[in-house]
């Protein structure tokens, strides 16, 4: 399986914004589906946004739907999940994978720590 890297978490107010990144160094990610998946403290992980390898298609889930987006940028191998107006139930540890279901992802990354709060 592809070995992804994410960063760009960090801690941020209610109604901010962050941008996660999603890098592979040794593989072209424009060949794969990416999905990007959120874990909250006790809760179970959960797929959250997809985008696809042939026609660039979308999908959100409806929890973040109009507030996050997802995108590719071939040249820098990379793909970004925008957040915009982060919520408190935002909070979670964030991971992306070449799969768009969690129970397809064999391995995960350590994911970037999204933290919401004033």
């Known amino acids: 399986q592809v070995q992804l890297v994410e960063s760009g978490g960090g801690l941020v107010q209610p109604g901010g914004s962050l941008r996660l990144s999603c890098a592979a160094s040794?593989?072209?990610?424009?060949?794969?589906?990416i999905g990007w998946f959120r874990q909250a403290p006790g809760k179970e992980r959960e797929g959250i946004s997809c985008i696809s390898s042939s026609d660039g298609s979308t999908y959100y889930t409806d929890a973040v739907k109009g507030r996050f987006t997802i995108a590719r940028d071939n040249a820098k191998n990379t793909v970004y999940l925008r957040m915009n107006s982060l919520k408190p139930e935002d909070t979670a540890v964030y991971y992306c994978?070449?799969?768009?279901?969690?129970?397809?992802?064999?391995?995960w990354g350590q994911g970037t720590q999204v933290t919401v709060s004033s």
């Open positions: 040794r593989f072209t990610l424009d060949y794969y589906y």
């Open positions: 994978a070449t799969e768009c279901a969690p129970h397809r992802v064999s391995a």
